[in-house]
């Protein structure tokens, strides 16, 4: 089956600095990525997903980019704000739109005002 | 439009009694999912439904844990009889399924604590 790498899984930066959180995926067949959010105690909420067909999704301050001949992709989150705070998910699906997603192990960014 | 909806949102029981977990899916979405996420981990599928059909439950540990969606809309997961290891938060998620491009909207989850 798939199996999705999260690194780091902690990562402190200054408010205004960029993150950078990288995933790695196992079954090339995988053709969805979507990346979730999730604050203490609350539900994960998606905030960027990106599927096979394309190598970069920006929105906003966040993007996204995926490597599929490395099987990888990273979440790339510019001029951090404290609100940004949380743990956020990698995962990587496979399918139609049913996909089965596998998720990563998650990394905690605190950013520091 | 409403979230998905589960209840309880905490149980604590003993280990070797059963609990059950009731999920309301996003109206009008065919897909629904159950994960269990251990602390510290992400979430772990257990088991995925299109209307009241399952398509994939291979990591559900079917001695213990079942889930039905009769009627393709509400759905349950149960576990019986609960083991220490089955301390986890529960989340249920739905998406518009074929019809959709894919994105899964979680519910708030409920908080299993096995003593």
């Known amino acids: 089956g798939e199996n999705v790498e999260q690194h780091p899984s902690t990562l402190s930066v200054q408010e205004g600095d960029s993150a950078v959180i990288k995933c790695t995926y196992s079954?090339?067949?995988?053709?969805?990525f979507p990346w979730y959010k999730q604050e203490l105690g609350k539900r994960p909420q998606l905030i960027i997903d990106?599927?096979?067909?394309?190598g970069e999704k920006k929105d906003q301050r966040i993007a996204v980019t995926l490597n599929k001949t490395a099987k990888h992709f990273s979440l790339h989150i510019t001029e951090t704000q404290p609100e940004d705070s949380a743990v956020y998910f990698c995962a990587a699906g496979r399918g139609g739109s049913n996909y089965k997603l596998t998720f990563g192990k998650g990394t905690l960014l605190t950013v520091n005002p | 439009e409403a979230g998905v909806a589960q209840s309880p949102r905490y149980k604590i029981i003993e280990k070797r009694q059963s609990v059950a977990f009731w999920c309301n899916p996003i109206?009008?979405?065919?897909?629904l999912y159950w994960y269990q996420q251990i602390l510290g981990q992400g979430p772990k599928l257990l088991i995925q439904?299109?209307?009241?059909?399952?398509?994939?439950d291979s990591q559900l540990p079917k001695d213990r844990f079942s889930a039905e969606r009769l009627k393709g809309v509400d759905s349950t997961l149960k576990i019986q009889p609960a083991k220490l290891e089955d301390s986890a938060v529960y989340l249920c998620?739905?998406?518009?399924?074929?019809?959709?491009?894919?994105?899964?909207?979680f519910g708030p989850g409920t908080r299993l604590t096995v003593l």
């Open positions: 998620a739905s998406s518009l399924g074929l019809a959709g491009r894919g994105e899964q909207f």
């Open positions: 109206s009008g979405h065919a897909t």
């Open positions: 079954d090339s067949a995988s053709n969805y």
């Open positions: 439904f299109q209307n009241n059909g399952v398509v994939d």
């Open positions: 990106i599927r096979s067909n394309v």
